[in-house]
């Protein structure tokens, strides 16, 4: 667990369509402010005794520790992967101006 109150999530999929989904998908639901979607990447990994190698898509999600919980069982739902990569990193520092976006971005909203 983090003592930070912002975190980076990181995952990958397959596809930028899959990606993009993902990402609007959090930020509609106010669970990251912010998606960043890298160009393809290559992961080289161990998968059911076989070496593999893949083209992916890395998304950076900017959220908060409080939102975490919500974030990855939204990710988990939401991943055609059998076992997904989610990842929390702590945001150690950061502009005041920006942290505080996040915190905004992500707060759960009062239903009406």
């Given at each position: 667990m983090t003592t930070t109150p912002w975190l980076?999530?990181?995952?990958?999929?397959?596809?930028?369509?899959?990606?993009?989904?993902?990402?609007?998908g959090a930020v509609e639901a106010r669970l990251a402010a912010c998606v960043q979607i890298s160009a393809p990447v290559t992961s080289v990994y161990r998968w059911q005794n076989a070496i593999e190698s893949t083209e992916e898509w890395q998304l950076l999600?900017?959220?908060?520790?409080?939102?975490?919980?919500?974030l990855e069982a939204h990710l988990l739902a939401a991943h055609d992967y059998e076992t997904p990569e989610v990842i929390a990193i702590p945001v150690?520092?950061?502009?005041?101006r920006y942290l505080d976006w996040v915190a905004a971005e992500t707060?759960?909203?009062a239903p009406l």
């Open positions: 980076t999530v990181l995952t990958t999929t397959d596809s930028e369509e899959k990606a993009r989904s993902l990402a609007q999600f900017k959220t908060t520790a409080e939102r975490y919980g919500e150690v520092r950061g502009s005041a707060a759960p909203v």
